[in-house]
């Protein structure tokens, strides 16, 4: 799972890097970002993806400083770092989520195992 992830992330990275410098270009990809940092977030990003979501934010407000500045190329380019990293933290959310209901879901039946007597309950 973690080697789709990265494939994710360096697909989603490549897919901007031909940016172009004007202003309508830069409110794109800004949109973008932000939305995937909200995405991350609805995903529980900020529990389980820290660091990326963090990273995500952190270049979501360089984004806007650039934009804020007029650098439209900046801004679309750390947009798209903002976007990729967000769409990350969201994955990695909902990878960790996934793994830990899979540990519930084997606990609750290595203990269905025990209580019936049946083999393979508890490891």
């Known amino acids: 799972m973690t080697k789709s992830l990265v494939f994710l992330a360096a697909a989603l990275f490549a897919s901007g890097v031909a940016i172009a410098a004007d202003r309508s270009d830069a409110e794109m990809q800004l949109a ?42 900046d801004s679309a380019r750390y947009a798209e770092r903002a976007k990729v990293s967000g769409v990350l933290a969201g994955a990695r959310s909902r990878q960790q989520r996934a793994e830990i209901a899979t540990t519930e879901i084997e606990r609750s039946v290595s203990t269905l195992r025990d209580q019936l007597g049946l083999p393979g309950g508890t490891p």
């Open 32 to 73: 973008q970002a932000e939305n995937a940092v909200q995405s991350a977030e609805r995903d529980d990003a900020a529990r389980y993806a820290v660091s990326d979501l963090d990273e995500a934010r952190a270049m979501l407000r360089t984004a806007h400083v650039a934009y804020d500045s007029r650098a439209w190329t």
